[in-house]
């Protein structure tokens, strides 16, 4: 969600590359384009308009924006420390 906002408020000033190939020995995962946004009390939702339905402190700019394809977040890297043993 952090990343999609930047490039949204960037207003085309800003876009994801590839750089998977800089350095080819780093594992590494696509970004996400769909994901669920989980609530204080441990429920998950899968949509803003879900999360409306039940007070649940969710806010809407936590879920993936209607133009999230355009946003090429698949291109965006996700680093965790178990795939890299660190």
Known sequence: ????????????????????????????????????VPSKKGEYFASAEEAAQVKTGVRPSMFPPSNILELGLERSMRFLPQDNNS
């Open 1 to 36: 969600a952090v990343v999609a906002s930047v490039i949204a408020a960037a207003a085309g000033g800003l876009k994801i590359v590839d750089a998977s190939d800089r350095i080819p020995e780093l594992k590494r995962r696509p970004g996400l384009t769909t994901w669920k």
